[in-house]
């Protein structure tokens, strides 16, 4: 049996270990010899790469502390069922995205001025990280320094739509 404190770690860690474990298939692959299986086992080498990296960047994002409720993303939607508030908002009606609470809580807008607060630590927010990724013109380093050195004094505006205007 695997102590409960090593499990989590592990869980955290889990998919830049698979990432690593690909790497490590890739560089058996190379080592069998020949041009096609170095090749394949580069190729592979670099899918574990990638796995690797984006396992750290998802990381980065999660929270260690715990907040109230759930969330849920279904196709392109974001909903929050909390023990007091909710709700929920279209991934294409977002106009932006605010950390609020010293990085404890996420603020999502839309329009008409409707707000969806969902802290970083709830059930599940840890979808929020691919869904944020898909925002047009977010720039992800500055999604993760801002979650990992959140400003105590207020808010910091993450992202914000860019409206474009009619042509005459």
């Not at 998919?15 to 020949?34: N, Q, R, T």
């Not at 750290?56 to 909390?82: C, H, K, N, W």
């Amino acid at each position: 049996m695997v102590r409960a404190e090593i499990a989590a770690r592990l869980h955290r860690w889990r998919e830049v270990l698979a990432g690593g474990a690909i790497v490590l298939a890739g560089l058996w692959l190379g080592s069998l010899g020949g041009v096609l299986m170095v090749a394949i086992g580069l190729a592979v080498g670099l899918a574990g790469v990638a796995a690797a990296i984006t396992g750290l960047r998802r990381m980065r994002f999660q929270r260690a502390d715990t907040g109230p409720g759930i969330v849920q993303v279904v196709e392109g939607q974001i909903s929050y069922f909390g023990p007091e508030t909710g709700g929920f908002v279209a991934l294409s009606d977002l106009t932006a995205l605010h950390l609020c609470d010293a990085g404890r809580t996420w603020l999502l807008t839309a329009p008409p001025g409707a707000a969806l607060t969902i802290p970083a630590g709830a059930q599940g927010a840890d979808q929020l990280f691919d869904l944020f990724a898909s925002l047009p013109g977010l720039d992800m380093s500055a999604l993760l320094r801002a979650v990992n050195h959140a400003d105590p004094a207020g808010d910091q505006l993450i992202w914000q739509r860019r409206h474009l205007t009619a042509l005459n």
